[in-house]
C-alpha cells in the first residue's frame, strides 16, 4: 500500500517490506513466515489434493461437468483400477487409472497465470456482445482451459489470477479465508482526514458494515486524491462503492496487491506463471 498505514489497524504487511529487510531479524522473521506457509500450504494439499472425488476427475478430464459427471458414473460407464464404481462420492488418488467407456483418462495439468489487466476488458470467459475480454489476453498462455479468480469491472485495471485449479479458487475467494487485496485509488478529488478515518473503521454499504485492511494516502504524490486502500472483501464494485458513499468519483482504480502476489515486472497487458514459491503461498490460504 502506498504510504504508510496511518488507519487504526497497523498490521504489517506479511509480504511486504519485512521479506526484503537486510537486518538479521527481519530476514529471520521473512524465513519464519515462509516456513509457517510451507507447513500451511502442506497442510492444505494433503486435505484437499490428495484424494479427489470422481466427479472432480472427470470434469478435470474434460470429459464433462461435475453434474453430468454424477449420471456417467451411476450408468456403470467410469471404472477406476478396472472396477466398475458407481457409488457417488466416491474419491481417487491422482495416481489412480480412470477409464470412461475404453478411454483411460488423464487430469488436465494446473496451470496459474498472473495478468496484469489493463482498462476496457471486461472480466468474463464470453461475451455475446462481442467485448473485449480477459481470456483475449491469456489465450496463448495455456492449453488447459483457464478460468479468471474473481472479477475487476471494466475500467479496473491491475492484478487477475487464472487457473484450473477449482478447489484453490474457491478457498481464494471465499470469506472466511480473508485473502487481502490492495488498491491504489485516484479520486475526482482530494480525500479529507475525517472521511479517511471514518473509512478505516468500516463503510456501511447496501449488504452491512464494510472493514477494510487499512487505507492511506500515497506518500509519493503531491495531492490527497491519491490513496491506498485494502481490503479483503470481494462484493462487487466495493472500492468504488466505499468511496461513492463519501460523495468521492474514482477516476482510476488498480489492484496492485492479491494475496502474496504483487504486478512487479509485469507490464500493463502482460502475464506470466506463478512461481513455485508463489503457488505453495497461495496454498496456505
Not at 463519501?246 to 477516476?251: H, I, L, W
Not at 502474496?260 to 500493463?268: C, E, F, V
Amino acid at each position: 500500500m502506498p504510504g504508510k498505514n496511518k488507519g487504526p489497524r497497523k498490521k504489517r504487511e506479511r509480504y511486504g517490506k519485512a521479506r526484503k529487510g537486510t537486518t538479521p531479524s527481519k530476514r529471520r522473521r521473512s524465513a519464519e513466515v515462509y516456513r509457517d506457509d510451507k507447513n500451511k500450504a502442506k497442510e492444505n494439499i494433503a486435505r484437499n489434493d490428495g484424494l479427489i472425488r470422481l466427479n472432480k476427475y472427470l470434469a478435470d478430464a474434460g470429459v464433462c461437468s461435475r453434474r453430468e459427471a454424477d449420471k456417467i458414473i451411476q450408468s456403470g460407464a467410469v471404472k477406476v483400477n478396472g472396477n466398475i464404481v458407481t457409488e457417488l462420492g466416491t474419491k481417487v488418488k491422482v495416481t489412480d487409472k480412470v477409464q470412461y467407456g475404453e478411454e483411460t483418462l488423464r487430469r488436465e495439468d494446473l496451470v496459474y497465470v498472473l495478468l496484469n489487466k489493463p482498462k476496457d476488458y471486461i472480466t468474463t470467459t464470453d461475451d455475446p456482445k462481442g467485448r473485449k475480454t480477459v481470456m483475449n489476453l491469456v489465450s496463448e498462455a495455456a492449453r488447459e482451459r483457464i478460468y479468471p479468480v474473481g472479477r475487476l469491472d471494466r475500467k479496473t485495471t491491475g492484478l487477475l489470477l487464472f487457473t484450473n485449479d477449482g478447489d484453490l479458487a474457491k478457498r481464494l475467494l471465499h470469506p472466511k479465508h480473508k485473502v487481502k487485496k490492495i488498491y491504489h485509488v485516484v479520486l475526482d478529488k482530494p480525500l479529507t482526514r475525517p472521511d479517511l478515518e471514518e473509512i478505516a473503521r468500516g463503510v456501511k454499504l447496501d449488504e452491512g458494515l464494510v472493514h477494510v485492511d487499512g487505507i492511506s494516502y500515497d506518500t509519493t504524490a503531491d495531492d490527497k486524491r491519491n490513496v491506498g486502500i485494502g481490503i479483503h472483501s470481494g462484493q462487487n464494485r466495493v472500492v468504488r462503492r466505499i468511496f461513492e458513499s463519501f460523495g468521492y468519483d474514482v477516476q482510476k482504480l488498480d489492484r496492485t496487491v492479491f494475496g502474496p502476489l504483487t504486478k512487479k515486472n509485469i507490464g500493463r497487458g502482460e502475464w506470466r506463471y506463478l512461481t513455485d514459491e508463489e503457488i505453495l503461498m497461495l496454498k496456505k490460504f
